[in-house]
């Protein structure tokens, strides 16, 4: 709301700006300057390239649904000739008479599901994405569909292509972009020998539910995945219960009942990094299954629990580098700054690398 009201007043105050100084500056002797042209130029040019961008883009239909209660997934088809690349993000209308003349960024990811089809990630917050939330709980099957207007898409593509060691560091809904960036770069990276891992740090299991369909996909592309989940302790029962889009009756028969248990004992005070051994409190015997097979379903992905030592990450990942290493991050701006410090040590450390970091969390 605050970005909103800021926003509108900037519009309303250039307006009331250029308005003033050529009635000002028309009355004197000085007559019109021309660098009131040039404002005008300027600003007109810029609305009507977006309008053009919309245009191009045309009003198409959109799926909206809300997973695991904390995440809007928007698909929304594309022209064939509308191609994003990794990293982009595009500004959304969602053409509604509330908020049709609100728009907002969001990193957006050309769908390995569907061809010609975009999708976008949004973590319910205030606003938009609130009013989303409150309607799409009550539709059947907690979504719908949405005309839509995307504008974009905007960014240039970061230079990671030309590093053997590529690390992406994810916090929550900054999963996206960096998903898409390391499963295009994974296409070259066997033929290149290059080295990819994706950490990916979530608060609750059940936040893999929304990103789930794109998590099975890196099971073939060689990317180490690695995902943190900082409060393991939440309420499954409610966790499970949220699930949406996938039956459990399907998913179980994906699995074998003579499968090893990859829920044990794990000592959660000490934070202790394990992969596949945690045992959720108080499972019923339906949703101990349920989880259990997506753990199985997702055996390529390293599980840990609690916090990440962002720094000895980054210290590790650099030592078993061997010429040149990139990090990217995009998540909460804490994980973002403890990432900016540790490469900023190594860097100190050693000088035989080539050692770079790139952020991509949006700023607005």
Avoid at 168 to 193: H, M, V, W
Wanted: aromatic share 14%.
């Amino acid at each position: 709301m605050n970005y909103e009201v800021f926003i509108l007043m900037h519009i309303i105050l250039s307006v009331i700006f250029l308005v003033a100084t050529w009635k000002h500056t028309s009355s004197s002797d000085l007559g019109s300057p021309g660098f009131l042209y040039c404002c005008f130029a300027v600003w007109g040019f810029d609305r009507l390239i977006r309008l053009i961008r919309l245009a191009t883009f045309g009003v198409q239909k959109a799926t909206v649904e809300l997973r695991a209660d904390e995440t809007l997934r928007v698909t929304i088809n594309r022209p064939s000739y509308w191609i994003p690349h990794p990293g982009a993000h595009a500004f959304i209308h969602f053409l509604k008479p509330t908020y049709f003349w609100q728009s907002h960024p969001f990193t957006l990811v050309d769908s390995i599901l569907e061809p010609n089809t975009i999708t976008f990630y949004m973590k319910v917050k205030g606003g938009i994405t609130h009013g989303l939330y409150k309607h799409l709980n009550e539709c059947q099957g907690k979504q719908d569909k949405f005309n839509v207007l995307v504008e974009g898409p905007y960014s240039q593509r970061l230079p990671l292509r030309k590093f053997d060691k590529i690390v992406f560091l994810a916090g929550g809904t900054g999963i996206p972009g960096l998903y898409y960036e390391s499963f295009d770069l994974s296409r070259a990276a066997k033929s290149e020998n290059k080295t990819i891992k994706l950490y990916w740090v979530i608060r609750h299991f059940k936040s893999i539910d929304w990103f789930y369909e794109e998590l099975l996909k890196l099971k073939e592309t060689g990317i180490k995945v690695i995902i943190y989940i900082t409060n393991p302790q939440e309420d499954m029962e409610s966790a499970s219960a949220s699930m949406t889009g996938r039956e459990f009756k399907e998913m179980n028969n994906s699995s074998s009942d003579n499968e090893k248990n990859p829920f044990q004992d794990v000592n959660l005070e000490e934070h202790k990094e394990t992969s596949n051994n945690f045992k959720p409190p108080s499972i019923q015997s339906n949703n101990y299954m349920f989880f259990t097979t997506i753990i199985n379903n997702l055996n390529f992905v390293e599980f840990r629990y609690g916090r990440p030592d962002i720094s000895e990450i980054v210290q590790r990942e650099t030592v078993e580098s061997s010429k040149s290493i990139a990090f990217a991050t995009c998540a909460h701006p804490s994980i973002v700054d403890h990432a900016r410090v540790a490469v900023a040590e190594e860097l100190k450390r050693d000088f035989t690398k080539r050692i770079e970091l790139f952020e991509e969390i949006q700023g607005w």
